[in-house]
């Protein structure tokens, strides 16, 4: 598995914000570039982490035990 920082940072800031928009934002990236990114985790690790609507993002089971991990691999970096 090939997980970059920046990936995990923007899984991060999705779980945050639940917004697609408000957490390219916070990390500084357009709207669909962030998109780009969050699905190219998703194909990484092999499931999706969240369950979308057209109005609301949330973790699903994959992303809940995904989240602890993300944060660690963060911690350690940083």
């Known amino acids: 598995m ?14 945050e914000t639940e917004n697609f928009t408000r957490a390219a934002q916070k990390i500084n990236l357009s709207q669909p570039a962030f998109s780009s990114l969050i699905a190219a985790l ?3 690790v092999g ?3 969240f ?6 993002v949330q973790l699903n089971g994959n992303g809940i035990h995904f989240i602890d991990t993300a944060r660690r691999l963060i911690q350690s970096h940083d």
């Open 51 to 56: 369950d979308r609507d057209t109005r609301k």
């Open 47 to 49: 499931y999706r982490l």
């Open 2 to 15: 090939n997980l970059s920082i920046k990936q995990l940072r923007a899984f991060i800031a999705l779980t």
């Open 42 to 44: 998703e194909e990484e």
